[in-house]
């Protein structure tokens, strides 16, 4: 059984977050903006249907998808690209891989203690961050 993966998170730390927006080419007002944040993290997991809402004053992510189910992924007001995306369990992690313009790009979700933890991928950089379960 995979890990249980609901509730909202709130971030405590974001490592490497402007060189991961950088990678995916993000205008730089937007990524001096976005840096500044501290989004939460609002997940309903049930079963393999999964609705991850990041949330933040700036502005609001919602990913609703099926684990397993390869999605065309619309990510606008991300950094405006579409993507084929699939997302499985590898374990008790929660992978992602996002097919497009940009290599290597995707991110994984897994839980240590009471931390969401968050690894974002694109184009060699990586961002790590951190959520507290509220």
């Known amino acids: ?10 971030m405590v730390s974001n490592e490497n977050f402007e060189a ?3 990678a995916l080419d993000v205008n ?10 501290k989004p939460d993290k609002d997940i ?6 999964m609705i991850i809402k990041t ?8 990913m609703d998808f099926y ?6 992924e619309d990510l606008t ?20 891989v996002q097919k497009g313009e940009i290599e290597g790009r995707g991110w994984t979700h897994w839980v240590e203690g009471d931390e969401l933890h968050l690894e974002l991928r694109a184009a060699g950089a990586v961002c790590k961050q951190v959520f507290k379960k509220t």
Not at 1 to 10: A, E, F, I, S, T
Request: proline share 2%.
């Open 55 to 62: 949330l933040s004053t700036f502005k609001n992510y919602n």
């Open 1 to 10: 059984m995979p890990v249980d993966l609901n509730g909202y998170w709130k």
């Open 28 to 37: 730089v007002a937007i990524r001096k903006i976005a840096n500044l944040l």
């Open 67 to 72: 684990v397993g189910k390869e999605f065309e």
């Open 44 to 49: 309903t997991q049930d079963g393999d249907h």
């Open 77 to 96: 007001g991300v950094d405006e690209r579409k993507c084929m995306t699939t997302i499985t369990w590898e374990g008790d992690k929660l992978v992602c």
């Open 20 to 22: 991961y927006m950088k």
